[in-house]
């Protein structure tokens, strides 16, 4: 079974950094998709980032292109997600998620594996 392990979230002015972790653990990842979603309050979960595990690609939702970065450190089984000059409107729980396949799948419905979600919180 797959397990995802969130950190990193807090309370940030804006303009500020934050850099979420994921651990994920239960089996290899090689042929994964890790994707970075958020949900506001009464608003439905969104698509932030995704990367594949093999090859590093990534894509990103138009809202946060440029100013966030997935990564993945294969020895750590960790997928990052730099987020820099924050805006209030990036405040949300944010989630890792985990699904078997090589494409840069958006959708939350494709993804398989949840982690219990982190508290980012940004402040005008």
């Known amino acids: 079974q797959v397990q995802l392990v969130e950190s990193g979230g807090g309370l940030v002015q804006a303009g500020a950094s934050l850099r979420l972790s994921c651990t994920a653990s239960?089996?290899?990842?090689?042929?994964?998709?890790m994707g970075w979603f958020r949900q506001a309050p009464g608003k439905e979960r969104e698509f932030v980032a995704v990367?594949?595990?093999?090859?590093?690609?990534?894509y990103y939702a138009a809202s946060v292109k440029g100013r966030f970065t997935i990564s993945r450190d294969a020895a750590k089984n960790t997928v990052y997600l730099q987020m820099n000059s924050l805006k209030p409107e990036d405040t949300s729980v944010y989630y890792c998620?985990?699904?078997?396949?090589?494409?840069?799948?958006?959708?939350?419905?494709?993804?398989?594996?949840w982690g219990q979600g982190t508290q980012v919180t940004v402040s005008s």
């Open positions: 239960g089996r290899t990842f090689g042929n994964y998709a």
């Open positions: 998620a985990a699904r078997s396949g090589s494409y840069l799948y958006t959708a939350p419905d494709e993804y398989d594996f």
């Open positions: 990367v594949t595990w093999s090859g590093g690609r990534t």
